[in-house]
């Protein structure tokens, strides 16, 4: 979980793909290819929690 | 004359959305927001749509089957108890559970010692509103969510795991439901996405109202910057769900006169919507203004926004009024109290659409329906009534 401290986040976003990112050493592949899955499904954990505030 | 299911719902859609761009359709198009009134027309409890909601799917087809209506919200009965119980929500009252079977759910906001958000904590959910959500707003709100910092449970795990997949089960079924609205009623999915007011959200589900009303007087400051960091979520989240042929539904709730007063709508409420509505406009997107309540004191603000970006719904405003004041800009929908659909004759009801025909819809730009949200107090007959009426004196 995201820890409070942590500067705003924005629209979409949950846990930044630039602090993911410092959890590899390197990335051997297709960066762009693991940033882009990373960010379509940290922004489904958005919308759960602004759905839980707006729709339910 | 439709010949088949596909004609019929290609020529209710065409009359839909020529209405909502406030022009003049073949005829004046019927689009009432039915919920637990399915409930009780399909031979329901409300527990069983709010429990199951394959079966308030059911329901909201048989309506849309049976009635002639152009367009239904695919499940006006949006509060799923399968997904609430999973997250274990605090602020509903089920029926069934906490309620008899038959009366719809219930919002409860918390006394105002126990708001969800403390007004010392402004800061922390400006700085950031999706960690705070999380981390401390979800704690609160959640019977089995543990705060940060506390040991976690398997209460936590299963919320997390059980409301994430429940939602995404939830969400993933609208698609097979307005496709069978498509298919075997011919009838159209009245709205995609939701948007709600910065100012609403803060007082529904953060300070609650007397919380937000006493911080409008004593951290005018803190409340103005919370809008403002609530503003681009609210816009992704209305625009994430959104489609370019139906409008994105905006609750309104209390943020109108005399819940504030005027000076807080046009300093608060209106300068952190405003922009987001004309920003949504701009991407090619309509927004249904549903005023609940009376808006009326608010009128010349609406009329701000650009011919067309949004869809008028009178509740208990007056709707002559609207007409005169806003129909030339917008397409207006509702104006038939609920009071009269659930106790008046079926005569009054037609008389009521009449008048508002007469008066609303000469030029276009009208959609019957009900001022509020139908619920099981309405009778079949009324319903009937109204749909009727619209198609006698609704032929343009």
Redesign the interface.
Known sequence: ????S?????????FPWEEKLKEFSEIKGDKELVKKIWEDVDS????????????? | MAKNMEQLYAQRLKRYTTAMRNGKPDMVPVRPFVAEFTASYAGYTCQEVTHDYEKAFIAARKCAADFDWDAVVSNMVYVWTGLTEAIGTKYYAAPGINIPPDTGFQYREPPEDQAFMKPEEYDEFIKDPTGFLFNIWLPRVSRYVTATGKPSSYHNNLSFLKGGMAMLQYFNSFGRQNELLRTECGTVSAISGIFKAPLDIIADKLRGYLGLVNDLLERPKKVMAACEALMPHLEWMALSAASKEVPIGYWMHRGCVPFVNMEHFNNFYWPTVKPIIESIWSKGYQVLFYAEGNWDAHLKSFAELPDASIVYHCDRGDIFRIHKEIGHKFCISGGVPNTLLSMGTPQEVRDCCRKIIEGVAQDGGYIMDASAIIQNDAKVENMKAMTDATREYGIY
């Open positions: 979980m995201v820890n409070r942590e500067s705003a986040k924005k629209p979409g976003v949950c489904l954990a958005y919308v759960y929690i602004w759905h839980c505030l707006l729709s339910f």
